[in-house]
Protein backbone atom coordinates (compact mmCIF):
# COMPACT_ATOMS: atom_id res chain seq x y z
CA UNK A 1 0.00 0.00 0.00
CA UNK A 2 2.98 2.11 0.68
CA UNK A 3 3.76 2.59 -3.14
CA UNK A 4 0.48 2.91 -3.95
CA UNK A 5 0.03 6.21 -1.53
CA UNK A 6 3.67 7.48 -3.15
CA UNK A 7 2.25 7.06 -6.34
CA UNK A 8 -1.08 8.92 -5.67
CA UNK A 9 0.33 11.77 -4.00
CA UNK A 10 3.12 12.44 -7.02
CA UNK A 11 -0.37 12.55 -8.92
CA UNK A 12 -1.85 14.65 -6.54
CA UNK A 13 1.25 17.12 -6.02
CA UNK A 14 0.88 17.29 -10.46
CA UNK A 15 -3.22 18.60 -10.31
CA UNK A 16 -3.94 14.75 -10.65
CA UNK A 17 -7.15 13.32 -9.86
CA UNK A 18 -6.72 9.58 -8.40
CA UNK A 19 -9.97 6.85 -7.54
CA UNK A 20 -9.65 5.96 -4.08
CA UNK A 21 -11.10 4.12 -0.90
CA UNK A 22 -12.39 5.97 1.58
CA UNK A 23 -14.03 4.98 5.43
CA UNK A 24 -17.57 5.07 3.26
CA UNK A 25 -17.21 4.87 -0.24
CA UNK A 26 -15.18 4.54 -3.68
CA UNK A 27 -14.32 8.91 -4.31
CA UNK A 28 -12.64 10.58 -6.52
CA UNK A 29 -10.24 13.20 -5.49
CA UNK A 30 -7.55 15.86 -5.93
CA UNK A 31 -5.42 18.41 -3.59
CA UNK A 32 -7.96 20.73 -2.32
CA UNK A 33 -5.39 23.14 -2.82
CA UNK A 34 -4.55 22.90 -5.99
CA UNK A 35 -6.97 24.98 -8.17
CA UNK A 36 -6.51 22.87 -11.24
CA UNK A 37 -7.27 19.43 -9.68
CA UNK A 38 -10.73 21.04 -7.95
CA UNK A 39 -11.41 22.41 -11.74
CA UNK A 40 -10.59 19.23 -13.69
CA UNK A 41 -12.24 17.14 -10.80
CA UNK A 42 -16.15 19.35 -11.43
CA UNK A 43 -15.54 19.00 -15.18
CA UNK A 44 -14.80 15.19 -15.17
CA UNK A 45 -17.54 15.20 -12.72
CA UNK A 46 -20.01 17.65 -14.60
CA UNK A 47 -20.48 18.56 -11.26
CA UNK A 48 -21.96 22.34 -10.43
CA UNK A 49 -18.98 24.51 -9.29
CA UNK A 50 -21.61 26.28 -6.52
CA UNK A 51 -22.27 22.90 -4.92
CA UNK A 52 -18.72 22.57 -3.47
CA UNK A 53 -16.98 19.23 -2.18
CA UNK A 54 -15.93 17.80 0.82
CA UNK A 55 -12.45 17.93 1.99
CA UNK A 56 -10.38 14.89 4.21
CA UNK A 57 -8.22 15.93 6.79
CA UNK A 58 -6.32 14.06 9.05
CA UNK A 59 -6.59 15.35 12.47
CA UNK A 60 -8.28 18.16 14.38
CA UNK A 61 -4.98 20.83 14.04
CA UNK A 62 -5.26 20.29 10.24
CA UNK A 63 -9.16 21.39 10.16
CA UNK A 64 -8.13 24.53 12.08
CA UNK A 65 -6.28 25.57 9.44
CA UNK A 66 -9.10 25.65 6.87
CA UNK A 67 -12.28 26.65 8.70
CA UNK A 68 -12.35 30.50 10.15
CA UNK A 69 -13.62 29.26 13.66
CA UNK A 70 -14.83 25.95 14.31
CA UNK A 71 -17.98 26.25 16.87
CA UNK A 72 -18.31 24.52 19.95
CA UNK A 73 -20.99 22.44 18.94
CA UNK A 74 -18.78 20.68 15.78
CA UNK A 75 -16.23 19.77 18.33
CA UNK A 76 -18.68 17.52 20.50
CA UNK A 77 -20.14 15.97 17.40
CA UNK A 78 -16.71 15.28 16.41
CA UNK A 79 -16.08 13.58 19.84
CA UNK A 80 -19.56 11.39 20.35
CA UNK A 81 -19.56 10.20 16.48
CA UNK A 82 -18.78 6.73 15.93
CA UNK A 83 -18.83 6.98 12.45
CA UNK A 84 -17.87 8.74 9.50
CA UNK A 85 -19.36 12.99 9.73
CA UNK A 86 -18.93 15.27 7.50
CA UNK A 87 -19.45 18.56 9.03
CA UNK A 88 -20.70 21.68 6.92
CA UNK A 89 -18.81 24.90 8.55
CA UNK A 90 -19.79 28.28 7.97
CA UNK A 91 -16.26 30.12 6.75
CA UNK A 92 -13.64 28.23 5.28
CA UNK A 93 -9.79 29.81 4.59
CA UNK A 94 -7.12 29.16 2.71
CA UNK A 95 -8.57 26.91 0.19
CA UNK A 96 -9.35 27.93 -3.21
CA UNK A 97 -12.69 29.72 -3.91
CA UNK A 98 -13.29 26.88 -6.48
CA UNK A 99 -13.57 24.44 -4.19
CA UNK A 100 -16.50 26.53 -2.50
CA UNK A 101 -20.03 26.77 -2.67
CA UNK A 102 -21.19 30.48 -3.20
CA UNK A 103 -21.84 31.25 0.48
CA UNK A 104 -18.05 30.03 1.43
CA UNK A 105 -19.01 27.12 3.80
CA UNK A 106 -16.92 23.94 3.75
CA UNK A 107 -17.61 20.59 4.17
CA UNK A 108 -14.92 19.21 6.09
CA UNK A 109 -14.81 15.29 7.86
CA UNK A 110 -11.61 14.46 9.76
CA UNK A 111 -10.55 10.81 8.43
CA UNK A 112 -9.87 8.09 10.33
CA UNK A 113 -9.26 5.85 7.36
CA UNK A 114 -6.02 4.49 7.20
CA UNK A 115 -5.12 4.71 3.44
CA UNK A 116 -6.82 8.24 3.58
CA UNK A 117 -4.79 9.20 6.62
CA UNK A 118 -1.73 8.20 4.66
CA UNK A 119 -2.24 9.91 1.54
CA UNK A 120 -3.01 12.99 3.77
CA UNK A 121 0.11 12.98 6.17
CA UNK A 122 2.21 12.50 2.87
CA UNK A 123 0.58 15.29 0.85
CA UNK A 124 0.62 17.12 3.63
CA UNK A 125 -2.61 19.34 2.14
CA UNK A 126 -6.34 18.45 2.48
CA UNK A 127 -7.78 16.14 0.17
CA UNK A 128 -10.81 16.41 -2.29
CA UNK A 129 -13.39 13.46 -1.34
CA UNK A 130 -16.40 13.30 -3.75
CA UNK A 131 -18.45 10.02 -4.93
CA UNK A 132 -17.20 8.22 -7.56
CA UNK A 133 -19.74 9.15 -10.03
CA UNK A 134 -21.33 11.67 -12.46
CA UNK A 135 -23.17 14.37 -11.12
CA UNK A 136 -26.81 13.50 -10.54
CA UNK A 137 -26.09 10.10 -10.67
CA UNK A 138 -26.51 7.41 -7.49
CA UNK A 139 -23.52 6.34 -5.89
CA UNK A 140 -21.56 3.22 -6.50
CA UNK A 141 -21.80 1.08 -3.76
CA UNK A 142 -18.54 -1.31 -5.37
CA UNK A 143 -15.42 -0.39 -7.18
CA UNK A 144 -17.21 -2.66 -10.60
CA UNK A 145 -20.14 -0.28 -10.05
CA UNK A 146 -17.77 2.91 -10.80
CA UNK A 147 -18.96 4.12 -14.76
CA UNK A 148 -16.00 2.41 -16.62
CA UNK A 149 -15.53 5.66 -18.68
CA UNK A 150 -14.83 7.77 -15.28
CA UNK A 151 -12.13 5.39 -14.09
CA UNK A 152 -10.42 5.65 -17.71
CA UNK A 153 -10.60 9.42 -16.93
CA UNK A 154 -9.07 9.61 -13.79
CA UNK A 155 -4.78 9.38 -13.40
CA UNK A 156 -4.79 6.73 -10.75
CA UNK A 157 -6.88 4.28 -9.34
CA UNK A 158 -6.36 2.53 -6.27
CA UNK A 159 -6.07 -1.66 -6.86
CA UNK A 160 -9.87 -2.80 -5.77
CA UNK A 161 -8.56 -6.11 -4.86
CA UNK A 162 -6.52 -4.54 -1.77
CA UNK A 163 -8.15 -1.34 -0.76
CA UNK A 164 -11.53 -1.59 -0.28
CA UNK A 165 -13.74 1.31 1.39
CA UNK A 166 -15.73 1.12 4.51
CA UNK A 167 -19.33 1.38 4.96
CA UNK A 168 -20.52 1.68 1.30
CA UNK A 169 -22.41 4.71 1.99
CA UNK A 170 -22.07 8.07 2.67
CA UNK A 171 -21.61 9.73 5.53
CA UNK A 172 -24.03 12.16 7.43
CA UNK A 173 -23.55 15.78 6.64
CA UNK A 174 -24.18 18.20 9.58
CA UNK A 175 -24.14 22.01 9.04
CA UNK A 176 -23.28 24.11 11.93
CA UNK A 177 -23.13 27.23 12.94
CA UNK A 178 -21.23 30.17 14.96
CA UNK A 179 -24.02 30.27 17.03
CA UNK A 180 -24.38 26.24 17.94
CA UNK A 181 -27.09 25.70 15.47
CA UNK A 182 -27.64 22.17 13.84
CA UNK A 183 -28.82 21.26 10.61
CA UNK A 184 -28.95 17.70 9.46
CA UNK A 185 -28.29 17.77 5.71
CA UNK A 186 -27.70 13.88 5.38
CA UNK A 187 -28.02 10.75 7.41
Keep these: MASEIKTAVETLKKGGIILYPTETIWGLGCDAT?????????????????????????????????????????????EVSDEPLTIVYPAARNLPAELLPKDGSIAIRITRHPLCKGLIDMLKRPLVSTSANFAGQPFPETFGAIDAGLKKAVDFVFDPLQNKPGAARPSSVIKVGMNGEIKILRK
Excluded at 37 to 51: D, N, Q, S, V
Excluded at 54 to 64: A, G, H, K, Q, Y
Design 34 to 78: NINGITRLLELKKRPAEKGMIVLVNSPFMLEQYVVKVPDVAWQLI
